[in-house]
Every structure is written in structure tokens, then in C-alpha cells.
């Protein structure tokens, strides 16, 4: 048989009568990455299986093999041709990035672009009927792909979408064109400047793809669409109207005014080159494809992309750390349904275990089961899914789950002595194999193992708020943690999709020691007098989803100063205590946003901010920034993480560090290292020794 996705499709159809009595098709081409074949019915297959690799992407060695078969299917001239993927992951993930982050010029990547392009247009011009046959990721260049094809046909679970502008990029092989002329040219502009992949069903309402059958009625499908008995959903009144540029331009005010909010075009370039390429170019397809070529270049070659890139390559390493032989785990149990144990249990039960969740007030379990209930709405789950994921997190009031998961996390606050008393009810309770967890933010498992009789199945998983948001779990190791409990920790964490740092066990772990000299700088800069909003500005402009004041309240004033009074406790490098106004704050309760009132009071989870703004002293950037570098290289040389790229990742997705500077060592490297000690020097002289540099800046 030709290839094992037509293996399968052609013995189902044999099962139910319609290759009766026909020979099987014949072999036209097996290639490193293609395979081609014409079928009974004259109609071509091609089959995407890239050569030893789990999913599909466009390399320059695929593109070229893809030449070859266009040639191939000129001569050839089937009925029709069907195209597919054989790998599990889906139809295609996209171009090779590592490909394209190697070149280093704008001529070698329009040289590599426009010879990308020749070969898919001419694809696109074959002339007979073509059908993409899309199950799984169909994502970036593997759309673009698609889009070439004349129709688009999805199994059920399909996503298509065109994530490029994570990577500081839209798309660069023709799909800023095909997209913008086969669906509503707006709806096309949001889905590029959004980055969000559409499931099946909500790409057929875009008309983005044609049907959507289960695997059985495939060849039917294939079959009406060759025979032209498939119309495409039309937009021309739309698409024609905005082929001129006045009515453009009105569209792209919003657009700039929208996207400007999330992603500011001095920091983000990638939207607004969208934007602008739309603008100038979307009257014509042809002028549009063109500029398409110089506009990527462009993006690819910015340092904000590089960054982006290097990022996406970090994300990638730190989910392969989840990747073990470990077994998995089935049934996770909760200690504490406070904010962080609620939001931790309705996460595990979204991502499919099965999660009790114990807490001896009936409110706080009660709470943890609506913010569940409100996470599934964000994510627009169907009743059914939502009554699924409802049925799996089971409010525990007897502990009684505590005896049978596999995974016990304990959630209660942030107190090593009521920890112990947790452990010494808990440990015995353990069925065999089972792990038990921590989600401490900051105490050292050194100490929080001292009374275990078996220390090597303690691990640390230290979530980051909101649990649904950030991707990030620091997984603490301590000296007597068995290999088996390490690992099944971190094949845990792969299962509920987040990303692992893998830190040594040390007063705040990584992120909480970076984070709170930062923090704390700016508690102190407001002591000094400084307007709250104007030290926010002045990180928000360098590039901080937030600022410090604002991040303070967002953990918890309460949290801040757990891990500030500890880490002034346990460290040998200079912490300084939080004012006096700031422990009183905490004192009376008042928390920050969870309590409605701290550092700004808060209003429908939202600050109230004034409007004007004082102008913040000209090193306040410094001030900020720079004692967060410092506890990196300090986590750094002393071992808590084992190397530049991890800390990088950690603190972008772990704290939300400018993404397109590409993480606090990777910034610190643009400037040099001998600068930042230098500037550490300065202030240290001008304001005290909590800026002393650390000798790490010296030793890399």
C-alpha cells in the first residue's frame, strides 16, 4: 500500500464497498519527507512525514523535495490531489525556526523567502483541484501550506492558526495575502495580530476551512470537493470595499489603538509591521506577497525577534525537562483551598486528573469549585466539557483522598511549623509510591523535611499567581529526593502543561529571591516619597507587563513580606527591610488585591490609578532593575539554577521580565557585564551596600 494514512483510509473504504474490485493505487514518488501516490479514482495523495521527527515542519530540505513533486504533479496531471500528514502531532507545526534564526542578513532572508515562495505558488497553481486534509496543529507555514490548496478540509479537534507574532513575526510565505483574500480581511487581521489558533469549528464559521468530517467520511468529502460540489463561503462585498486604502485606514486606527495596549510598538514591532503591510499593500494580492517578503526579513533580523525566538527556543528545553520514564500521575490531592491550593486544584482538574481538595472551611472549597467553574467559561468550554471538568475536582471535607493520590500537594501557608503539623498527619497516610509536595514559595526543604521518616519523596512544586496564567513551576530538589520522585514531579508538571525550573533548595528558590530585591527597591523609593504609579510607569515602560507596586499587590503584601523577613533572615548578601508603614499594612489586613485594598485599592480586580503622574528621579530604572540582576548572577553562581538560559526562562514566564529583551541574563549580556557592575558600584556608594555587586558579574 502506498503510505499508512492511505492504508488506513483506503482498507475502511474497502470495508464499507467503495473500493470493491478496484487495484490498489500506485506508488509516483517516496522522498525523504513526501510520499506520493495516485489512487483508483486519479486522485493524487501526498503525504507530509518529515524524516525523523515527531512533527511536521517546513525545512528547506522539505521545500525542496515539495519542488521536485510540483514538477512531478505538473506532468502527471491527476483529477485532484489530497494533501496530508501521517504524523500524530497534526498536519504541520510550521517553518523551521532554527533554519531562519541562522541567518543573520535582510538580503539571506528575502533570497531564502522569495525561493520559499516561488515553490508554493507554483504548488498553488497546479491545475486541478487541491484539498488540505487537516487533523491536530495545522500552525504558521503549515497554514500557508494549506492556504495554497483550494479547499480545507478539518477532522474534529483541528486547530489552525498563525502564532508568528509570538516570535515578533506574522506569517512570511504568502499568508498575510491568502489569509486576508479567502476570509473576511478584519477577522484575518485579528487572527494574525492575536496569534490565537481558531478550532475546527470556529474556522469553518471564518470560512477558513470548507467541512469538517470524522476520519470515516473522508474520501466522500475529498470526493464532492475534486467534483466542485463544494462552495466556498463568500466575502467579496467585504473583501472588494477594503481594496481601497481610505476604507483601510479607518480599519487600522483600531487595530494600531488595540494592539499598542498589549504590545507597544517600540517594544513589539511585529504588529504594527502587520498592520502597516495591510494598509499599504491589501488593495493587491500580488504587491501584498511581495512586501510580505521584505516586511519578514525586516522583523527577523530586529533584536526584539531574536529575543522572542530565543525564548521560544527556551520554552521548548524546559518542557522537554518534563519528558521522563516516570509514571504518571492519575489522582492529585490538595492540602488548603486558600487562593493558591483552590486555583492549583482547578487547574489539575481542567488538564484532566482527578483532584481532591481538602480544606476544613466549607467557603474556601466552595470558592475553589466557582473560580473552576469561571476558568471554564473563560476558556469557552461546551456544557459537557465543563460538567467534565467539574466532575473531577471533588471537594474533600474528611481528607479522605489523602490515602489514595498519587500526588499530595500541601497549600497552607507559608508557616514551617504548621507545614510539620501537615506532614505528621500526612505522611502516614501515604499509599506507596506516592509523592508529597510543597507549593512553599520561599522556606528551604532543608528545613521542612527535618521531621519526615521519608525525606526522598518530598518535592517542591512552587506554582506562580494566577495558577491559569503563568506558565512556570519551579520543581525544588534537597538533598535526599529519590531520582523517581524528581522525575515523576517533573512528568507531573509536563501533564498539567506547564513549564519546568529545575532549582536547588535555598532561601526564595530563584524567582521569589530575584524578585523580591526588586520589589522591595520600589517599597522603598514610595518611603522616600516617590508617587506609587510613577515607579509602575517607569518599569511598565521598560517593558514589565506590570510594575512593582501593582505586582506587590497582585501576590499579596502578606506574601511580599514572608519572603522578604526570610530572606533578611537567611541570606548573607544584603537585603534590606521593608519599611515600617509596609509591615503595618499587612498587619491590618490590608493585602492588596485580594483584600480590595493595598497598595492601590482595587476595584473589580482592577487598581485605581491616578491619572496624573509625577515625573520618577532619572535612575529609578536602575534602582529597580539592577537588584534583580544581581540575585540571578547571586542564584546563578551559587548553584540554584544550572545555567544562564534557565534563569532566563524562569523569570520570563515565571515573573513575566520584559519577553523581548529576552530575560534578565540576556539583557545584562546586550549591556556587559563589567557595566552592570560598574552601575552596581555607583549605587552602591550613593544609596548602600544592598546594591553590592555580586562576584559572579566577575567571574562570567
Known sequence: MNSPIMEVLVTREMERGSYAKKEPGKKIASLEHWHLSLDQNDIAWLIF????????????AVLDELRELVQT?????????????????????????????????????IDKLSDAHAVVSRFEALPFPKVAIIHGNCLGGGLELALCCDYRLAIPGAKLGFPEVQLGLHPGLGGTARLSRLIDPIQAMTMMLTGKPAPAEKAKKLGLVDDIVHERHVLTALAAMVEGKVKHSSHWLREQLLTNKPARMLETRQMRSQSAKKAPPEHYPAPEALIQ????????????????IVSFAQLLTSEASRSLVRLFNLRGKMKELTRTQAEPVRHVHIIGAGEMGGDIAGWCAFKGLQVSLFDKNPKKLSGAVKKLNQLCQRKHLSEAEQRAVQDRLMPDFANQGLGHADLVIEAVPENATIKHKVYQEAEPQLKEGALLATNTSSIPLQQLKEQLEDPSRLVGLHFFNPVAMMPLVEVVRHDDISDQTYDRARTFVGQIDRLVAPVATAPGFLVNRALTPYLIEAMIMRDEGIQAEAIDRVAEQFGMPMGP????????????LSVADMLLERLDSPIPAVPDWF???????????????????????????????AKA???TL?????????????????GVIDNEELVDGAMVFGTGFAPFRGGPLHYAHSRGFDQIHQQLETLTQRYGERFRPDPGWKQH
Open 49 to 60: 512525514d518529515k524524516k525523523d521527527a515527531s512533527a511536521n515542519v517546513l525545512s528547506a
Open 73 to 109: 504533479l505538473e506532468n502527471e496531471k491527476p483529477r485532484g490531489l489530497a494533501l496530508r500528514s501521517v504524523k500524530k502531532t497534526g498536519f504541520c507545526m510550521g517553518a523551521d525556526i532554527h533554519e531562519f534564526s541562522a541567518l543573520t542578513t535582510e538580503s539571506q532572508v
Open 277 to 292: 503591510l495591510w494598509e499599504d499593500h491589501g488593495g493587491s494580492h500580488k504587491s501584498m506577497l511581495r512586501a510580505e
Open 549 to 560: 507596586i501593582e505586582l506587590a499587590d497582585q501576590v499579596g503584601l502578606d506574601v511580599c
Open 583 to 613: 509591615r503595618s499594612k499587612v498587619e491590618e489586613g490590608n493585602l492588596g488585591r485580594k483584600t480590595g485594598e493595598g497598595m492601590y485599592h482595587w476595584s473589580d480586580n482592577q487598581p485605581e490609578k491616578k491619572q496624573r503622574v
Open 617 to 619: 528621579p532619572q535612575d
Open 622 to 638: 536602575e534602582r529597580l532593575l539592577l537588584p534583580m540582576l544581581n540575585a540571578c548572577m547571586g542564584c546563578l553562581r551559587q
